[in-house]
């Protein structure tokens, strides 16, 4: 059992949401219905897309802290101009996406430690954010509120979204040669140059693709919230990097699991629900997602290492 659950990592994460889902219904029995596991889930969308675009990032070694800033921003955009003058809304976004594979150039072309080049530029997302909404404010565009609460036969449409962005960002990741280099600048970026690819352009698209999930997740949260605020993302910053690592990813080598970090995400979705059901005080919910987090990833590092003493 042991070595079963070091050698497939995804199992932990599965198993994690599955005990904590299973608490939540026994706590309240209602949320067993389509209406109830919809609003368990309800902001796990762009939480799970948010953890697909650090996933990017923490793949080729680095790591993001303006991510949230970022989907603010991404918001703060898509309630106004996207909502007011689409083409404009839509070159913004292009344009951001942009801004984040040259963020990618950047940081590899003169060697800067990515965590301080993100935290500066959370700053300059953050203050773009508030010179388009100073105040909270702007409407979802109706496309994107219909998409967003759609209501599928059988499941929500959160558990379904979840599941077609696992299935996308797996066949990106894992299944196409392209995905492979990309986790290969991670695991050994000098083997890869050697190789004949581009590192410089790998690392771009890496960003560029952190970008392209970033902008979908603040549509998908302004499609839910209605409306947009400046700081409405600033805790995903943090969230999608707890995500990635619950999922089974590290910091180091590009090892990543684009279906564990969705589930990473829906568990920190589920336990934001299930500690609201233990009347937990707002204050305290922060630090108890973070005891969940340090128990699952002290789990997984027996089990590594009983894996290794057994081998």
């Given at each position: 059992m042991t070595r079963?659950?070091?050698?497939?990592?995804?199992?932990?994460?599965?198993?994690?949401?599955?005990?904590?889902?299973?608490?939540?219904?026994?706590?309240?029995?209602?949320?067993?219905?389509?209406?109830?596991?919809?609003?368990?889930?309800?902001?796990?969308?762009p939480i799970a897309l948010a953890t697909v675009a650090q996933m990017m990032i923490?793949?080729?070694?680095?790591?993001?802290?303006?991510?949230?800033?970022?989907?603010?921003?991404?918001?703060?955009?898509?309630a106004t101009f996207l909502?007011?003058?689409?083409?404009?809304?839509?070159?913004?976004?292009?344009?951001?996406?942009?801004?984040?594979?040259?963020?990618?150039?950047?940081?590899?072309?003169?060697e800067l430690p990515a965590i301080v080049v993100t935290l500066g530029m959370s700053f300059v997302w953050g203050g773009l954010a508030l010179s388009i909404l100073p105040s909270p404010g702007?409407?979802?565009?109706?496309?994107?509120?219909?998409?967003m609460t759609v209501k599928p036969p059988l499941v929500p449409m959160a558990v379904v979204a979840a599941v077609l962005i696992a299935a996308v960002t797996h066949f990106l990741i894992i299944r196409t040669g392209i995905g492979t280099?990309?986790?290969?600048?991670?695991?050994?970026?000098?083997?890869v140059a050697r190789a004949g690819w581009p590192v410089l352009r790998l690392k771009a698209l890496a960003y560029a693709l952190a970008g392209l999930f970033g902008v979908l997740a603040g549509m998908a949260l302004v499609g839910l919230t209605?409306?947009?605020?400046?700081?409405?993302?600033l805790?995903?910053?943090?969230?999608s990097i707890a995500g990635v690592i619950l999922g089974g990813g590290e910091f180091i080598g590009g090892k990543v699991s684009p279906v564990g970090a969705v589930i990473g995400a829906l568990t920190l979705a589920l336990a934001a629900s299930f500690l609201s059901f233990l009347r937990l005080s707002p204050d305290w919910q922060i630090g108890a997602q973070g005891a969940i987090l340090i128990l699952v990833l002290t789990a997984r590092l027996i089990f590594t290492r009983r894996d290794g003493q057994e081998g």
């Open positions: 079963l659950f070091a050698r497939h990592r995804i199992l932990l994460p599965i198993l994690s949401l599955a005990v904590l889902l299973a608490a939540t219904f026994y706590m309240q029995p209602r949320a067993m219905s389509y209406f109830g596991v919809n609003l368990l889930f309800n902001l796990a969308v923490i793949m080729v070694n680095d790591i993001d802290l303006s991510l949230g800033a970022f989907v603010s921003l991404v918001a703060c955009v898509t909502h007011d003058t689409p083409v404009l809304g839509v070159l913004i976004l292009a344009g951001l996406i942009a801004a984040y594979a040259g963020l990618g150039v950047l940081i590899h072309r003169f702007g409407t979802a565009p109706p496309w994107i509120r219909s998409l280099v990309l986790r290969g600048v991670g695991g050994n970026a000098a083997s209605t409306s947009a605020d400046a700081n409405i993302a805790r995903y910053t943090l969230l």
